[in-house]
């Protein structure tokens, strides 16, 4: 029986990304792309993961502060809103957002680089691409995934304040005092240990997929789309297992 083409592709993702580990530990990688991978993963994605934190925790707000309200729980709904953020919105949301910003990008650029033969080039000029090319933006994700995290954390903690206190007049106080009450230390560490292993996955698996395109400039978009989709699955379920080892 045939291997589907997706599960050799998903191995050879691994086994780049274990090579850009390992290069990345030694640190061999190419520092002049470092910068410009760490602004496409940063600067370049800040106004999306602000606005989506903003909706994010206004929204929640809608959906909650009001049924809380009428039931008298009204000043819990800053700590319930700080959990679910840090416990499971922020990191799962943040990545879904560099999955389409980032991953894209990584999966569409190496899979250009691959069906035009700039790989081979690169080879042949006695350049591991896995450094030169993967090691930059698996960085990038690793150092740029927690802080966006952090930063639609805040974002979104903040804007549900603004949002309890205008529409259903929880006075912010009484907001702040039940996040200090709810959330506990390692909420916050364990928020981040999310975020980095995720940001690894997207960086992992976008690499993988572009540099095993093969074929023209046809491939190259079912090649963006199946990085994606892969990423946002296995996303999917390392978020069920870090859940269950990191919150249970």
Same mark, same amino acid.
């Given at each position: 029986?045939?291997?589907?083409r997706?599960?050799?592709r998903?191995?050879?993702?691994?086994?780049?990304?274990?090579?850009?580990?390992?290069?990345?530990a030694?640190g061999?990688?190419? @520092?002049s792309? *470092? &910068?410009d991978?760490l602004?496409?993963?940063?600067p +370049?994605?800040f106004?999306?993961?602000?606005? =989506?934190?903003?909706?994010?925790g206004?929204v929640f707000?809608?959906?909650?502060a009001?049924?809380?309200?009428?039931?008298?729980?009204?000043?819990?709904?800053?700590?319930?809103?700080?959990i679910?953020?840090?416990?499971e919105?922020?990191?799962?949301l943040t @990545?879904?957002? *560099? &999955?389409?910003?980032?991953?894209t990008a990584?999966? +569409?650029?190496l899979g250009?680089?691959?069906v =035009?033969?700039?790989?081979?080039?690169?080879?042949?000029?006695k350049t591991?691409?896995?450094e030169?090319l993967v090691?930059p933006?698996l960085?990038a994700?690793?150092?740029?995934?927690?802080?966006?995290?952090l930063?639609?954390f805040?974002?979104?903690l903040?804007?549900?304040?603004?949002?309890?206190t205008?529409?259903?007049?929880?006075p912010?106080?009484?907001?702040?005092n039940?996040v200090k009450?709810?959330i506990?230390i390692?909420?916050?560490?364990?928020m981040?240990?999310?975020?980095?292993?995720f940001?690894?996955q997207?960086a992992?698996?976008a690499c993988?997929?572009?540099?095993?395109?093969?074929?023209g400039?046809?491939?190259?978009?079912t090649?963006?789309t199946?990085a994606?989709?892969?990423?946002l699955?296995t996303?999917?379920?390392m978020?069920?297992?870090?859940t269950?080892?990191?919150?249970?």
């Amino acid at each position: 029986m045939k291997t589907p083409r997706w599960i050799k592709r998903l191995g050879s993702s691994f086994i780049i990304g274990g090579q850009a580990v390992t290069a990345a530990a030694k640190g061999h990688f190419n @520092a002049s792309d *470092l &910068t410009d991978q760490l602004m496409e993963a940063g600067p +370049a994605s800040f106004l999306i993961v602000l606005i =989506t934190g903003v909706s994010a925790g206004t929204v929640f707000n809608i959906q909650v502060a009001a049924e809380l309200s009428r039931q008298g729980l009204g000043s819990e709904v800053g700590g319930l809103l700080a959990i679910g953020l840090a416990r499971e919105i922020a990191p799962l949301l943040t @990545a879904t957002l *560099l &999955t389409g910003k980032v991953a894209t990008a990584y999966a +569409a650029q190496l899979g250009t680089m691959k069906v =035009t033969e700039q790989i081979d080039a690169i080879t042949m000029l006695k350049t591991d691409p896995v450094e030169y090319l993967v090691v930059p933006r698996l960085i990038a994700m690793i150092v740029m995934a927690p802080l966006q995290c952090l930063l639609f954390f805040s974002v979104a903690l903040w804007s549900g304040q603004v949002s309890s206190t205008a529409f259903y007049s929880i006075p912010p106080n009484i907001f702040w005092n039940s996040v200090k009450s709810w959330i506990v230390i390692s909420d916050l560490p364990f928020m981040l240990i999310k975020a980095v292993v995720f940001g690894l996955q997207i960086a992992v698996i976008a690499c993988g997929w572009g540099l095993t395109t093969r074929g023209g400039a046809k491939e190259v978009g079912t090649s963006t789309t199946g990085a994606v989709v892969m990423t946002l699955l296995t996303v999917s379920l390392m978020d069920v297992v870090l859940t269950k080892v990191l919150f249970s």
